[in-house]
């Protein structure tokens, strides 16, 4: 890919300009930043696969209204990215970008971490199992 005119802004502030420079992904991996965010990436996407081909088929059995619960819960998980995308933002403006994105890795592994113990869970007095299950689905969307 080339970057043509493009600024950039080091960290202590001060902005650069480049002229036609190459960039390879090669290169960007050798930094160990772009490790990290690379892992995180791949581990998203792992995530989002699981839930697409696995959280539809256990919804149906699980919830009230079989498919439909279904549907709903999964429509409910992808607009938790309209919640989720505005406070991300104010979370990064407002404690930075590493610590927000290890803050919501730790929610999202809590939330796929307990979809197996709200499965086995019996029901919790007024709190039924199959609430349980959708509200780790949701905490895993975030």
Do not use: H
């Not at 992808?78 to 989720?84: A, D, F, N, Q, Y």
């Not at 610590?99 to 979809?115: F, K, P, R």
């Amino acid at each position: 890919e080339t970057v043509e005119n493009a600024p950039t802004v080091s960290d202590d502030g001060k902005v650069f300009e480049r002229s036609n420079m190459t960039v390879d992904w090669g290169d960007l991996l050798k930094d160990s930043q772009w490790q990290g965010l690379s892992l995180f990436e791949v581990g998203a996407k792992f995530g989002y696969a699981c839930k697409l081909a696995s959280i539809p088929l256990i919804a149906a059995q699980v919830l009230p209204g079989g498919a439909i619960g279904a549907g709903a819960l999964v429509s409910a998980a992808g607009l938790s990215g309209l919640l989720g995308a505005p406070l991300g933002g104010i979370f990064v403006d407002k404690f930075g970008s590493r610590t927000t994105l290890v803050g919501t890795g730790v929610i999202s592994a809590a939330g796929l971490m307990s979809i197996p113990f709200s499965l086995g869970a019996q029901d919790f007095g007024a709190v039924p199992s199959w609430a349980l299950f959708s509200t780790s689905v949701l905490t895993w969307s975030i």
